[in-house]
């Protein structure tokens, strides 16, 4: 049976892939070192678990809302509140399953066929499928690894055609970690505004920074930016709930009601276990997030270090999420290779350190290092990967 043509056009996740192949290994008893995750390898905050238990003690294990719960909704309107100042109101957020769900369902209200996206790279390896689910046309832009991956002005505005519907900002950034600036945001904001086009703004690792810095969101930075701004955010990251699957847009309401209308006839709602501890994730302490915040700052500070003596590997410092986006193309002409992805798949073969290639972010010559576990383990695979140069060197 032949499948539909937006499903034969998808590129699968590298990410996935490599996670997979890491765990084969695992399976067959080999020591093997996975950087491939993007989440962290903390628990869930105990108060959270014990929200939801409490959730399903008391009944709430029944269809909610498809929009999420009015208690979650408030919850996220008063973070919003007090971190950028913003007011959103109740028909502005939708609670979805994750933040993927989120950006997933804003495309397939968004897009009609042919539209376009201006999608910088490197990007998440989602952004330029779910353009594609939605029939919508993702222009990959690329930027420069000396600006710190960051899409310019200028950049933005090339890359605008009669067909443009919006642009994806994603601060800090997976797979590069860097973060843009309360003037970078404007200038892009004005381009933005210029030309009528939707900012999409994925801020999913914002509470993950480890400079003097603070999170800037573009919708904060004018009351036209507001209005012009679909916010993607969510608690996988932040308070290491990946596996709750919950996130949330904010922004305009006719928008937020299309999307919620959607979810209606696909996903029901959010699940209601999942809600209520995200609750309690966006009402209680925030001891264990920043617990976790810290060591993950003193890893990217050691795993750094390590990195940029290894030969041939270049690497500018992060300021955010938990990856390392290292340049390794002089790496992997100095072990013999043409390119990046064989150098990572011999990688793993030889010294059995599992990272992802920087082909499916949109960026070739890089490979995707994720911090997300023991110092001991990060150490240890510093050493392998200099070790496997060394030797290929020779």
């Known amino acids: 049976m ?25 399976a067959e008893g080999h020591d093997v070192i996975a950087l491939g995750a ?73 897009l009609n066929k042919g539209e376009e996206v201006i999608v910088p790279a490197p990007y998440w390896v989602s952004y330029p499928e779910q353009v594609k689910l939605a029939e919508g046309r993702p222009v990959v832009v690329q930027t420069k ?39 970078e945001l404007e200038a892009i904001g004005e381009v933005c505004l210029k030309h009528d086009i939707l900012i999409v703004s994925d801020e999913i690792y914002e509470k993950l920074i480890y400079t003097d810095e603070e999170h800037v969101s ?21 308070h290491s709930m990946t596996g709750w699957r919950i996130g949330y847009a904010l922004g305009n309401k006719d928008i937020i009601k299309a999307m919620t209308s959607m979810a209606s006839h696909s996903t029901s709602n959010p699940t209601s276990l999942a809600q209520y501890g995200a609750l309690a994730a ?23 270090s390590w990195l940029i003596e290894i030969p041939g590997v270049h690497c500018e410092k992060p300021k955010g999420a938990f990856y390392l986006f290292p340049n390794v193309k002089e790496a992997a002409s100095i072990c013999g290779f043409d390119g990046v992805d064989d150098w990572v798949k011999a990688l793993l073969d030889e010294e059995k350190v599992a990272l992802v290639p920087g082909s499916g972010f949109g ?32």
Do not use: C, W
Request: proline share 5%; aromatic share 6%.
């Open 2 to 26: 032949d499948l539909a043509q937006r499903v034969q056009s998808l590129t699968p996740s590298s990410t996935l892939a490599i996670t997979a192949k890491a765990k084969a290994l695992k």
């Open 38 to 110: 993007g989440e962290p390898d903390f628990n869930t905050p105990e108060h959270i678990i014990e929200a939801a238990k409490r959730s399903m003690d008391e009944g709430l294990t029944k269809y909610t809302p498809s929009g999420g719960i009015p208690d979650l909704k408030n919850a996220i309107i008063n973070k919003m509140k007090k971190d950028q100042n913003l007011n959103y109101t109740q028909e502005q957020v939708i609670v979805t399953i994750g933040a993927k769900h989120a950006l997933f369902t804003l495309f397939q209200v968004l």
């Open 145 to 183: 690894e000396e600006q710190q991956f960051k899409l310019t002005p200028e950049l933005l505005e090339q890359s605008i055609t009669d067909k443009t519907k919006a642009v994806i900002i994603n601060s800090p950034s997976n797979p590069t970690g860097m973060m843009y600036s309360k003037e």
């Open 218 to 238: 573009i919708a904060q930075l004018s009351p036209e930016l507001y209005e012009q701004t679909i916010i993607i955010n969510g608690v996988s990251k932040s």
């Open 282 to 304: 966006y009402t209680g302490s925030n001891e264990d997030v920043e617990k976790m915040r810290v060591a993950f700052k003193e890893r990217l500070a050691k795993l750094h």
């Open 363 to 394: 960026s070739p010559d890089n490979v995707r290092l994720s911090y997300a576990t023991s110092l001991e383990q990060l150490e240890e695979a510093a050493k392998r990967i200099k070790r496997f140069i060394e030797k290929r060197q020779s």
